[in-house]
């Protein structure tokens, strides 16, 4: 594990309001070991436009990341949301950020001790900062095809595609999130690596060990119960599909954990029920009351069908049956999970799922993941950084 090193990671989230992606998990293996860690909120791709529904309520979320200014967080990592301008698709906003930016990060980083950080990024908008912290090495972290995501802001896909591709070339080192990311990216591809998504193991196996009572949320909503976590976007869930499950399996409960955005039309059907964001400790509890986990993805969309989902792998963990939207992510991994190629599909395969009670295929679902630790993709990639590091003092 990487020991002594100093860490600012600019990340594709915020902190604060977001189920932990792999970003997060990792930074905070980094910092158990004994690592400085900043960890830099989403500078976002930019504002979405004036007519997306979630203008304002993004706005408000993210003046609520400004007001906890930097703050550690019980792992010791430094969180903070530095103020910056959301126009990237101007090259004088980008110019003016990385001067912004820069002179805030730097005042911190010298406040925490922070000396030739590793510089993580993880978002494209990032790259403008690579070189402004005399950083020891570069890691570009790859999560999204960031071009083909044109539903969350109004930024140009060209301009995405460029700073995507400053950032592969100045990089020490890539990590793709995905196989699809992986297998198509052209680029750097002698520094690239795969990295599977990991899991948090022992947080969810108690899940299906009957150790976690039921959160009385849950509890109260009638069974059977279909449950999702996670991000709830008119664009990313299949809304025709919940529409039509609702007039053929009007007993079926769906459940929805975490940020709605508007323009939902799934929304007043008597079956679905929305719950607000779970903190991450507590959500076991809300997972322990799912018959079956779903994800009801629309992968017809190119966006979405580079998805690599963590919830999957925490789904497993649980040893709970899981019915997914077909990602290419995850046909390696058919043999525990029942993968939907149709609307159709979908409803057979959750009618069967809700019949599987068979504790010997629970127990097939959780050895999927359990080597997949959170720790084991901490240790794999300390190696390959070190490596790295190793080969620059030789120079």
Known sequence: MLLNRSIICFGGEDWWYHHPHSKAHLMRKFAQAGNKVIFVNSIS??????????LLPRIRR??????KLARRTSEGITVVS?????????????????????????R??????LTNPILWIAIPTAADMIGTFDESAVVYQVSDKYDANTMDHATDPALIRRLHEKAIDAADLIFYSGRKLFTEATRG?????LLEQGVDYEHWRRVGEGAVEVAPE???????????????????????????????RPEWQWVFIGNKSRGLEIEDLPNTHFLPPVAYAELPAYAAGFDVCVLPWETEQSFTSYGSAIKVREYLATGKPVVISPLPEYELMRHVLRIARTRDDFIRLVEEALHDKDPAEAARRQA???????????????ELIEKVLAKKDLM
């Open 189 to 193: 591809c002698e520094r690239s690596h």
């Open 45 to 54: 791709m930019g504002l979405p436009a004036l007519a997306h529904k979630d």
């Open 368 to 382: 999927a993941v359990a080597s997949g630790t959170w720790d084991a993709r901490a240790e794999w990639v300390s």
């Open 108 to 113: 911190l980083a010298r406040s925490r001790g």
């Open 62 to 67: 993210k003046l609520g990341s400004y007001s």
């Open 218 to 248: 849950i509890a109260k909503i009638p069974r059977p119960r279909l449950g999702y976590f996670g991000a709830i976007e008119p664009w990313l869930v299949d809304q025709e599909l919940i529409k039509r499950a609702a007039r053929e």
């Open 82 to 106: 530095p103020a910056s301008l959301p126009f990237f698709g101007s090259a004088t906003a980008r110019s003016i950020n990385r001067r912004l930016l820069g002179a805030q990060l730097k």
